[in-house]
């Protein structure tokens, strides 16, 4: 075969070479050990957690080593795009904090490695695709969908394995002159790549999250260009992870089945291999076992969820580490306050078999997260969730702002800060009773305590309530009054010997908690009455009296 007739024959307009792109996109002047990788998501309009895994973990890596990020847009599969995708997905990734260096930008390009659209790169893969023709590793292939089945048909008849290979590769070895007429026919053809592997030789390789890994050789005459001249996904890569002089790639390990053919393709193309982080799939518990999160099956699958549930951006920041690195629990216990961007992210510590996702887990480093914060920053990030999620509640929340931090200061701030709060929308049934339109009793006192004690303790609290007392003076007149009607003050003696008192001073707090908050569990009532202020304290105390 003269390949260098049948490359011109296929690429008449390709005038660039190979050499000319090296040129053009040359090796990046990075110091020692600065990683290059990039985030390559189809815009498809749908934006996972996985998406974020692999987004966060190529972050760390190139930003903790002093190296390059860049956001690539593998946008080949025109039927899976919807309108607004990218945007959609430079978005969700900048919501996440996920900054790139270069790459795809709402409003076009940024960085000298680009076209960062797979679509605007089809010059650049063609100029490959010529010269693997002119190697003789690549040909043309014309058939049609219904000769491909045909051949599948005749394979599952001979208990054959399936795929383009050996003596089914039917236009592997066809002359020039067949392809010269199906091209002057105008029969459409895909471009496809001539495997010299066998399934009876092995690879061995590293990759740096699964370890060593021996794989099967690829015999497939895999796609390189579909018929519209885009290029599959594998082509694409090697291409683009080449000249984007890209020195990790992290993704699925679903992909990993057709590392072979990647690997084969960087040889043929004379092109050094980038080393590979094949991060195993989010897993979750179904019953007694475990599968995949799906996107039909499960909404927390879908980075949406995640805003609208309300959880702040830095809950499922720490999440994923949790889950992506085993020691980073232990270091925010021994690290606190320390921005998360100081823990040392290592591959080593990644689980080369996939994570188990655990929405009770991340509930819970959530309320850690939101323990952290000062009152200016939870008012902040409630604000924006409410003003998208809940006019109600932004409305409330923004009418005085100085009474609105005041209540989330509530419990901040020292050692042991409250737990209340695992995503914002908790935020309402915890403040609600603090606004008098939301103000309802939704609790009653327990059976056991006679009406009459209780009205006694709320008639001698406001009898001596002062608003200036400190917390000290103002807990030592609750005491006072819990004696005085034959109550225990002191808890130690009380559960020493229930029998001898009517009650408690703890009873005796939440007589006036219902009576305040509406409830038996609330802030600290100190500085909830503070807050709320001596006239309605002292009303709604009033109001409940005349109850009973
Ligand atoms: N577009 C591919 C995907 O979304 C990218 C995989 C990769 O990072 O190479 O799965």
Not at 9 to 22: K, M, S, Y
Not at 44 to 56: C, E, M, S
Not at 473 to 489: D, Q, R
């Amino acid at each position: 075969m003269d390949t260098t007739a049948l490359a011109q024959l296929l690429f008449p307009h390709v005038t660039l070479t190979p050499e000319d792109l090296e040129g053009r996109f040359p090796p990046r002047d990075l110091k020692e050990g600065a990683i290059v990788s990039r985030m390559a998501p189809s815009p498809t309009g749908f934006v996972h957690l996985g998406n974020l895994v692999q987004g966060l973990t190529s972050e760390r890596l190139c930003h903790q080593s002093g190296g390059t990020l860049f956001l690539r847009v593998e946008d080949t599969d025109a039927k899976r795009e919807v309108p607004g995708a990218v945007e959609i997905l430079i978005e969700s990734l900048k919501h996440y904090n996920i900054v790139f260096d270069e790459g795809a930008t709402i409003d076009g390009d940024s960085g000298s490695y680009g076209p960062y659209r797979q679509r605007r790169r089809v010059e650049i893969y063609h100029v490959y695709a010529k010269q693997l023709v002119l190697q003789g590793e690549a040909y043309p292939c014309f058939c049609t969908e219904q000769e491909l089945s045909d051949i599948h048909a005749r394979q599952e008849a001979e208990k054959a394995n399936f795929g383009y290979f050996g003596k089914w590769a039917v236009w592997r070895d066809r002359s020039l002159e067949e392809i010269q007429a199906e091209l002057n026919k105008g029969t459409p053809y895909v471009l496809r790549f001539r495997s010299t592997g066998s399934l009876s030789n092995k690879i061995r390789m590293t990759d740096l999250i699964k370890g060593n890994l021996e794989l099967t050789e690829n015999d497939i005459d895999h796609v390189l260009l579909k018929s519209d001249g885009i290029p599959t996904y594998h082509f694409a890569h090697a291409v683009d992870d080449h000249l984007m002089r890209t020195t990790h790639v992290v993704r699925g390990d679903e992909w990993l089945p057709t590392l072979p053919f990647h690997l084969q393709l960087f040889r043929s193309l004379g092109f050094k291999p980038p080393k590979y982080l094949h991060i195993g799939p989010l897993m979750k518990m179904d019953g007694e076992s475990k599968r995949k999160l799906s996107k039909r099956k499960d909404p927390e699958l879908a980075l949406t969820y995640y805003r609208a549930a309300g959880f702040p951006v830095q809950s499922v920041y720490e999440y994923l580490m949790t889950v992506l690195n085993s020691n980073f629990e232990d270091w925010r216990r021994a690290n606190p306050d320390a921005p998360v961007d100081k823990f040392p992210f290592s591959v080593k510590k990644m689980n080369p078999a996939g994570s188990l996702f655990d929405a009770a887990k991340l509930r819970d480093v959530s309320k850690n997260v939101i323990s952290r914060m000062d009152a200016d920053t939870v008012y902040a990030q409630v604000v924006d969730f409410a003003a998208e999620f809940d006019a109600d509640l932004h409305v409330h929340l923004t009418a005085d702002e100085a009474y609105t931090k005041s209540i989330l200061a509530i419990g901040r701030g020292g050692k042991k800060p409250r737990k209340d709060f695992a995503v914002w929308a908790d935020v309402k049934p915890y403040l609600d009773f603090f606004f008098d339109d939301w103000f309802t009793v939704t609790e009653s006192y327990p059976e056991a305590f006679d009406k009459a004690d209780i009205k006694a303790a709320l008639t001698l609290f406001t009898e001596r309530y002062d608003e200036a007392d400190d917390s000290t003076v103002w807990f030592e007149k609750i005491k006072a009054i819990a004696e005085e009607i034959g109550y225990a003050s002191d808890m130690k003696a009380y559960r020493e010997n229930p029998d001898a008192f009517r009650g408690s001073v703890a009873d005796v707090s939440m007589f006036l908690r219902v009576a305040v908050t509406g409830r038996q569990n609330s802030p600290d009532m100190y500085s909830v009455m503070q807050i709320l202020g001596r006239a309605r304290v002292l009303a709604r105390i009033e109001a409940m009296r005349a109850t009973l």
